[in-house]
């Protein structure tokens, strides 16, 4: 597909199937995400599949890590939203960057700025 195509048609999906994801399917994803680039090819990022009877406790501790923020009076934006949103779908991939401090945390200028090349 020429890739101004692929951009003017992507479309965001907000309901899922219970249809489980073919693993071959899932590997190509996974596969086209590890080929991504990133910042001088750091390639910082770890991968987590979660599916199956797995998904029941994800939700569980991502709300709880929610209702955990709001208790202390951190604002959780949409949050709840796409929490919801996951929990529909049968396969969620996680992608975390292990070299970046917790979200919450202040950083200075280079940390952030690493952070964006990263991504």
């Not at 048609?9 to 080929?35: E, G, H, N, Y």
């Not at 991504?36 to 939700?59: I, L, T």
């Not at 991502?62 to 709840?80: F, H, P, V, Y």
Request: hydrophobic share 40%; aromatic share 6%.
């Amino acid at each position: 597909m020429e890739t101004m195509k692929a951009i003017e048609t992507r479309r965001s999906i907000r309901k899922f199937k219970p249809t489980p994801v073919p693993q071959d399917i899932l590997q190509k994803i996974l596969q086209a995400a590890i080929l991504a680039p990133s910042g001088k090819n750091k390639q910082p990022w770890k991968f987590y599949v979660v599916q199956g009877d797995k998904r029941q406790e994800m939700a569980n501790v991502m709300w709880n890590g929610i209702q955990r923020l709001e208790d202390n009076g951190i604002n959780t934006g949409s949050a709840k939203f796409t929490q919801k949103i996951m929990e529909q779908a049968p396969v969620t991939i996680l992608i975390f960057n292990p070299t970046s401090k917790h979200p919450l945390l202040k950083r200075d200028a280079g940390e952030v700025f690493s952070d964006i090349v990263d991504i």
